[in-house]
């Protein structure tokens, strides 16, 4: 598995930023060019399209990176597009240089710098020292066994992102099993009953509040990806040896009944893929194995007489109709969510209550 750490570069001279930022403008410029070309003309990822780059500074292995860079962003775009059934503008790029190791090298450095990254410039042959310092992060993953960095970069003007590779560990064996329903107002609850990320609807309320593209706007997203990753950490990731969630793929999009612009404007703060890539990630890194189960049900299935009624949910309150037993709405998605989990693992063990007399 691969984790991707920032790191700073206020440590480089005023000379060394100017050539970072010449780079990054014929790099941009580049991807923008290709860009166009790929919209437009459909084209593929050859050494025809490449030579469609005229008078450019880059190397030819930039522009190769650039082409990639583009080619990815175009099917991103469409693919999209497609998802939600709205059509879209040529893509503009702004962003990082994605870079491998034809561009980049990273290296241990000394004393005070202990890391030193050696970049490509656009002058030929000529690579340009960069020195920064480890962050907690990259001593973190760097203690794994057998971890090492992948040598390329996400390189902006003020930071370089590099990726440590980790080699992947078998699933514990030893442990609990969870399940874990997601939701709007409280971003997940387990099937212990326990409540993580309490206040995600403000934070989602906060979000659509913001004018868009505006700063004030991506500090809030910021927040939110923030208060995902706390609130994902809280779960007992040491305790388990396999957790369950819901595959919720396409939520946000389809022309089921009671999507409409309502849904999915109350919806769009509330990013489900970002939320489970995060489950993931702890999970790899705590060798707990991650299951995803069909969502069909789960939040109207009673656990204790196993009824299945849309009318024994209303709001977050569950009261089964067939046999009145009442509880949380979220616990109740978390308690099916767990029971499918066993499903998948083969395990006799259920975790249906017994309803008390």
């Not at 009824?307 to 308690?335: M, P, T």
Request: net charge positive; proline share 3%.
């Amino acid at each position: 598995m691969k984790r991707a750490c920032k790191v700073s570069l206020r440590f480089v001279t005023a000379s060394k930023q100017r050539q970072i930022s010449a780079l990054l403008q014929s790099y941009r410029s580049a991807v923008n060019h290709y860009i166009k070309i790929l919209w437009k003309f459909n084209r593929k990822r050859n050494a025809g399209t490449l030579a469609l780059l005229k008078g450019s500074r880059l190397s030819e292995r930039y522009k190769q990176a650039a082409l990639k860079q583009a080619l990815d962003m175009v099917i991103a775009t469409k693919k999209s597009a497609k998802a939600i059934g709205k059509p879209c503008s040529v893509p503009v790029f702004k962003g990082k240089a994605v870079l491998d190791s034809r561009h980049v090298v990273v290296e241990d450095g000394e004393h005070a710098f202990d890391l030193i990254v050696k970049l490509s410039t656009l002058k030929s042959g000529n690579r340009t020292i960069i020195p920064t310092k480890h962050t907690t992060m990259t001593r973190k993953w760097l203690t794994k066994p057998n971890a090492k960095f992948i040598q390329g970069c996400a390189l902006s003007e003020s930071s370089l992102t590099l990726w440590v590779e980790i080699p992947v560990q078998s699933d514990k064996q030893d442990g609990r099993v969870v399940g874990v329903d997601m939701g709007v107002n409280n971003l997940m609850a387990d099937s212990d009953g326990n409540f993580y990320g309490k206040d995600f609807k403000s934070i989602s309320n906060k979000i659509r509040r913001k004018k868009p593209k505006s700063k004030a706007k991506q500090g809030a997203i910021k927040e939110r990806d923030n208060f995902i990753g706390r609130a994902v950490n809280q779960l007992p990731w040491s305790k388990l040896k396999a957790i369950g969630v819901e595959d919720l793929t396409g939520i946000k999009t389809g022309k089921k009944k009671g999507r409409g612009r309502q849904f999915r404007k109350a919806m769009a703060p509330w990013i489900v893929r970002q939320v489970v890539n995060r489950i993931s990630n702890k999970a790899s890194e705590n060798r707990v194995r991650l299951i995803k189960v069909d969502p069909v049900n789960t939040s109207r299935t009673c656990p204790i007489c196993g009824g299945v009624s849309k009318e024994n949910r209303k709001g977050e309150l569950f009261q089964c109709i067939a046999c009145g037993y009442k509880g949380d709405a979220d616990h109740i998605g978390a308690l099916n969510v767990l029971a499918k989990t066993f499903v998948t693992l083969g395990s006799l063990q259920s975790p249906r209550q017994r309803k008390v007399a």
